[in-house]
């Protein structure tokens, strides 16, 4: 019957609509297509202080994301914070003396990595540890110097 | 454990049923026999539980005392799956038709050999065919139910409750609301279907003249009770005053024309309350 | 004060004895699931009433939803500087929250009262009863293909609508109010987790969709067979999937994002 056929073809069309939308939602809106990406490798930089890093937090070098925060722990006797950061392994030309910063996306936005590549011929490698750091902005100490500094520079 | 023994040939018998809905008592303790290959017909005004008579018969409603014996087999001691192969060599015609309001006409005739058998869809179609040509209509077969008359999904229906060759069919109210050439037929098609095919009919109607017509024995209900039993013959001399008035129409007789209320004068006179 | 003890007491019992009935009737609906499932022409057709007849209001309801969801956020956003998260909030509030409820309410609205309608209209003209007495059980021939198809249909326009207004928010805000493509779409794959925002969202519109079919179903089957018994029915069904689908979405909300 003719009647059932395009009946068919209407449910055929709006079930594979609705897949579409459902891989659409997985693939092109969440991140899942970045778990199945590529390879990644292990890099560690200590922070004085990681203030509201979170893991998966996006780690960028001039912007474009390069890897993302894997763990986030406190060194018990230095009392630093150390953060294990996967790195794609196609961006394997980070030089060696290469420094991380943690900032803030917008005035209230994530906070993540920024890392500023050196000048040195070596390359960080798995496992490779990031020394020259500079730690989160905290907005309430930024606030505290600031109001301290003004007051010291008005007497 | 009853004053009657159910006869040889008797394809259905009710003992002793009880019924009620609320404290309304629809059936108080009756007993009835359907012979087999006769048409058998229950009267009664509206109101007197004829239909539920044939949902207890189908198994759709339990009694709260006695039983129901369809072709030697209790109808509620049944299980699940024995009641539904009884219910197939039952055929049921509703006051409405309920035919299926989204299939075709064929479709509808088609429905229980489809669900029920595994025949292939050129026998279904023969079968179909011979079942609307028996009722007339087989050149309706591709309109909708909602484009039919009364009369014609009547006749609709019949053809799909003998779609699966019943030895039983149960009518409710079949002849309400039809014009007399639609009544004529229906009369015409029951009477024969039940001599050709060799069917046990039960009618249950108020329609007197159209069921004493067809009927080989009818039984008047009346209060939860039968007030009267015979041939058509019989009935129709009956000496109870109650019988007399439901075949003759009588507006006033032991049914009172008024329904109960205190006296008309004293009613008229008290004013002042507001009923 | 008695008489509100009394009325509340008999409301209790009803209520309860209408969950009895309920659940015996999802049992059995369930139980049907084996006979149907050789016969794909029944849940086909079901699929078509349920949810092909819904795509349209669906799509169109989830367009202008996500262009709503990108200009307000585009505002709000814009004056904190953080207009680049544009993407990121929309897609948020659609995949886990509007999508899946707003789509099961309109669902409920369209697909639901048509279900206890017609359900209703057959036990109404005796066709169910009809059918019981074909020895065919009306459970398993009309509403196990028609809850199976809720099932499946509910996902599918839930996703639907939260891809289309995904989509909606960007035209509105890269398209007319200049958001950065690449960062609508950057911003939104790093904040949307797959697990935690697209599984549970999904989860959330099977539970709605799993709801909201058996509330039609049952309301049309339990309904008073007169006319307005079935219109009566049919209100209910929305009222009562409505509430069902915003409590329960409280409590998956608690369940599944509450620890974060």
């Known amino acids: 019957m003719q009647h059932t056929s395009t009946q068919d073809t209407l449910v055929g069309l709006f079930v594979a609509s609705g897949v579409v939308g459902l891989l659409f939602l997985a693939m092109q809106v969440s991140n899942l297509s970045s778990f199945v990406e590529e390879d990644t490798y292990t890099i560690t930089a200590r922070f004085e202080n990681s203030g509201g890093l979170k893991i998966k937090s996006p780690v960028s070098a001039a912007g474009v994301k390069i890897g993302k925060v894997s763990s986030i722990s406190l060194d018990p006797k230095t009392y630093e914070s150390v953060v294990q950061m996967s790195i794609y392994s196609k961006y394997d030309t980070l030089p060696e003396d290469t420094t991380a910063s943690i900032y803030t996306a917008g005035l209230l936005g994530e906070q993540y990595v920024n890392l500023d590549p050196g000048g040195s011929d070596e390359y960080l490698k798995m496992g490779g540890k990031i020394e020259i750091t500079q730690s989160a902005i905290i907005l309430e100490k930024a606030i505290g110097q600031f109001l301290f500094k003004s007051a010291e520079e008005k007497k | ?275 | 004060m008695i008489r509100f003890l009394q009325h509340l007491g008999k409301n209790t019992r009803t209520s309860f004895t209408k969950l009895g009935r309920g659940t015996f009737f999802l049992l059995q609906a369930i139980s049907g699931v084996p006979s149907v499932l050789p016969r794909p022409r029944l849940l086909l057709n079901q699929m078509y009433s349920v949810g092909v007849l819904s795509f349209l209001i669906i799509t169109i309801s989830g367009l202008f939803v996500g262009m709503v969801l990108g200009l307000q956020g585009f505002y709000t956003l814009s004056d904190f500087g953080a207009e680049e998260s544009l993407g990121v909030m929309v897609a948020a509030s659609l995949v886990r929250e509007l999508g899946p409820v707003v789509s099961a309410l309109l669902f409920a609205g369209r697909a639901g009262s048509a279900l206890t309608a017609e359900i209703g209209l057959m036990k109404a003209t005796e066709q169910l009863s009809g059918m019981e007495m074909m020895a065919v059980d009306p459970i398993k021939r009309i509403i196990t293909p028609r809850f199976l198809a809720g099932l499946i249909s509910m996902p599918l326009l839930a996703a639907l609508f939260s891809a289309v207004g995904i989509i909606g928010g960007q035209i509105v805000g890269s398209g007319l109010l200049g958001v950065d493509e690449g960062a609508y779409w950057s911003q939104m794959q790093a904040g949307i987790d797959f697990h935690d925002d697209i599984i549970n969202g999904v989860i959330k519109s099977i539970v709605f969709g799993f709801v909201a079919s058996w509330i039609a179903l049952f309301e049309g089957y339990d309904a008073i067979p007169t006319s307005e018994g079935v219109s009566r029915a049919t209100t209910r069904t929305v009222v009562n999937s409505a509430f069902s689908i915003l409590g329960l979405d409280f409590i998956l909300t608690t369940l599944m994002f509450g620890d974060h």
């Open chain 2, 1 to 275: 454990m009853d004053n009657k023994v159910p006869s040889q040939d008797s394809l259905v018998s009710v003992r002793n049923l009880s019924f009620s809905r609320g404290d309304n008592k629809i059936f108080d303790d009756i007993s009835l026999d359907f012979q087999r290959g006769k048409v058998t017909a229950i009267m009664g005004p509206s109101g007197t539980g004829k239909t539920t008579l044939l949902k207890l018969i189908g198994g759709q409603l339990f009694p709260e005392q006695g039983s129901i014996i369809v072709d030697g087999q209790n109808v509620h001691k049944l299980r699940r799956a024995e009641l539904y192969n009884l219910r197939k060599r039952l055929g049921m015609l509703f006051q409405s038709g309920a035919l299926l309001t989204d299939m075709s006409v064929y479709d509808n005739v088609a429905f229980p050999l489809r669900e029920h058998s595994q025949l292939p869809e050129s026998m279904i179609r023969t079968l179909v065919l011979m079942k609307l040509q028996a009722v007339g209509l087989r050149g309706a077969r591709n309109l909708m139910p909602n484009e039919l008359s009364g009369g014609m999904a009547r006749r609709i229906a019949l053809a799909r409750a003998i779609a699966l060759d019943p030895m039983m069919i149960l009518y409710d109210e079949p002849f309400t609301g039809q014009d007399p050439i639609s009544m004529g037929v229906l009369v015409h098609l029951i009477k024969s279907l039940n001599n050709i095919l060799g069917l046990t009919s039960i009618i249950v109607s108020h329609d007197v003249h159209d069921t004493a017509a067809i009927a080989d024995y009818i039984y008047v209900l009346s209060g939860g009770k039968i007030v009267g039993q015979g041939t058509p013959k019989e009935i129709q001399h009956s000496e109870s005053e109650w019988v007399q008035q439901f075949m003759t129409g009588a507006a006033d007789g032991p049914v009172h024309f008024h329904y109960p209320a205190k006296d008309y004068v004293d009613d008229l006179l008290s004013t002042g309350k507001r009923y």
